[in-house]
């Protein structure tokens, strides 16, 4: 099982601890460092300033929103990322929800998620190959446009730079059981938003006749510490956030991949909490056992037990989003 540093995204400005971090992961041993957005910074952009101070971790958006971006446009960034930093690219995608596309990037959600993200994959794909000029007549992406708004002289095109890889990793963050069933048939690897080693059994339907070499990525909060109560804060909080306020009441994927997970009636319980504007009461509802069972906290013998039960399943690599170099480094010895 690799190694993993995953940043997140931005909050109210750039973390001066990002660069240092992943600067330090590299030294460990780590395999990846990863970027992602919501509705602040970009993945892209900090993801190509750590690039610039490494020279050998490889490098991944988990996630990058599709609704941001045209395909072709989130082929180009990976393109020339790739290039940049001499094929270290990893493309993470995800769909995100419809608050947030429709709220944030004033488009519709897809009326059918999966036939979307699979026409989205494809035109990155070809875009990457180059064997010809990107065609696809799909019922969210045409290339070359033919709505009956346009003007009917577009003309299929190839990317003009030459991709360094044609076989750049793409991975999908999936959370419904048909999308990650789709993800294994469609691309490299599978972002997990949560995951609990001891109920893989959540996932085993979607998970049968794994491709070679497929990615499973999920990413957990590590902390080195001596109070675990006092380290799942931070993952209550998220929790809370996620499962809160990251949908609409009557859709909000990441509650119902909580319910799917045992954890229905708590779920619910934090909607209702958060949506009435009782946010923290929303966090302390979050079950400590759910926290804990989908993160790595607590003294580093605790982590060391708990690590073997992530290194028995099929994950192939851990995320791990650490707030300092201690945990970094005690990962990294416990991981051999």
Known sequence: MRLGLALGYWGRGPSPAHLDLATEAERLGYDSVWTAEAWGSDAFTPLTWIAAHTSRIRLGTAIAQMAARTPTATAMHALTLDHLSGGRMMLGLGLSGPQVVEGWYGRPFPASPLTATREYVD??????????PV??????HSHPYRGQD??????????ITHPLRADLPLLLGAEGPKNIAQTTRIADGWLP???????????????TDLPDGFMIAPMARAQVCDD???????VKAMLGFYIGGMGHAARNFHADLMARMGYEAEARRIQELFLAGRRQEAVLAVPDAFADEISLVGPRERIAERLELW???PVT?????APD????????ELNG
């Open 123 to 132: 035109v990155v794909r070809q875009v990457l190959r180059r064997e010809a």
């Open 135 to 140: 065609t696809l007549d799909g019922r969210f």
């Open 150 to 159: 346009g003007t009917g002289t577009g003309r299929p095109l190839k990317p």
């Open 193 to 207: 938003l949560y995951w609990s080693p001891t109920r893989t059994d959540v996932y085993q339907a979607s998970l």
């Open 228 to 234: 675990v109560a006092e380290g799942l804060l931070p």
């Open 311 to 313: 290194r028995k399943g």
């Open 317 to 321: 690599d851990l995320l791990v989003t």
């Open 325 to 332: 170099p201690r945990t970094l480094r005690v990962l990294a």
